[in-house]
């Protein structure tokens, strides 16, 4: 059952009220705690795979995700230098995650989640100056990237805070770090469409070395990961409450020693 929350001149936001057949609450200071919370997650988030009308409404599709726009700046690197614009970004692959381990810490209740994915694609539009691998780029147009036997893990910070009764997650940052399988990748019109030989040719290199390519594009997929993971989890978290995947969960005020602060 969804209920709305609001206070006077701020618009009343909807969030579940009753705990959904499909998720499973765990309590953390049972021995067991980290297989039923990882057991809870998977089910959860095949549901939110599966369709949730609030997420969809709020975030869109999981399978794939969308990025409307990255801009990405790398100079501190001897693997590359580069200015990127990546707009229209597609993410998929998720549909398939495998919730691996599911931790949840008992001091401040922020999250360690390990993640496998078979399969992740990456597609859009760049713009990019700059070089990798020695290679000097300059240009615009399609990217795509396919990455195989994905080991993600995802160290979500979140901060306790009370609404309508509830006490709920506010998700304050992701940060993520990752080991790849295998990486393909085709860039077009990499040098303005000057020359679609060489074009060719250093797509074939940056695949043939791709171990390499990875590590000079590494930082871009994080942070692309890492934004449109915040931006999911902090639309789900806010329409579930805390208790729901945490059955022994505190208050904020139990938790931090003070009044915490009230939305709507």
């Not at 915040?230 to 208790?243: C, E, G, I, M, R």
Request: aromatic share 10%.
């Amino acid at each position: 059952m969804l209920i709305q929350a609001g206070l006077r001149g701020v618009q009343c936001v909807d969030f579940y009220a009753e705990k959904p057949e499909y998720l499973e609450s765990c309590r953390i200071n049972e021995p067991e705690f980290t297989k039923c919370s990882t057991r809870s997650i998977q089910a959860f988030m095949n549901q939110v795979i599966k369709g949730i009308p609030e997420i969809e409404k709020s975030f869109g599709s999981i399978d794939p995700m969308k990025q409307d726009q990255l801009v990405f700046k790398q100079d501190d690197s001897d693997v590359a230098t580069l200015a990127a614009n990546l707009t229209e970004l597609l993410i998929s692959g998720f549909a398939e995650m495998v919730i691996k381990e599911s931790n949840v810490s008992k001091k401040d209740f922020s999250w360690l989640t390990k993640i496998y994915l078979p399969k992740m694609r990456m597609e859009g539009m760049y713009k990019m100056i700059g070089r990798i691998l020695l290679v000097p780029l300059r240009g615009s147009g399609k990217i795509l990237m396919e990455i195989d036997d994905l080991d993600m893990e995802l160290s979500t910070k979140t901060r306790l805070i009370e609404r309508g009764g509830f006490t709920f997650y506010n998700v304050t940052s992701v940060k993520v770090e990752m080991e790849v399988g295998k990486v393909r990748a085709n860039m077009e019109n990499l040098f303005n469409g000057q020359n679609k030989m060489v074009e060719d040719g250093t797509n074939k290199f940056f695949n043939d070395n791709w171990r390499d390519f990875f590590d000079a594009m590494r930082p871009l997929v994080v942070e692309t990961v890492e934004r449109t993971m915040l931006d999911l989890l902090q639309k789900v978290f806010h329409l579930f409450p805390a208790s729901f995947f945490v059955e022994d969960i505190p208050n904020s005020l139990t938790l931090y020693g003070r009044k915490s602060k009230m939305i709507a």
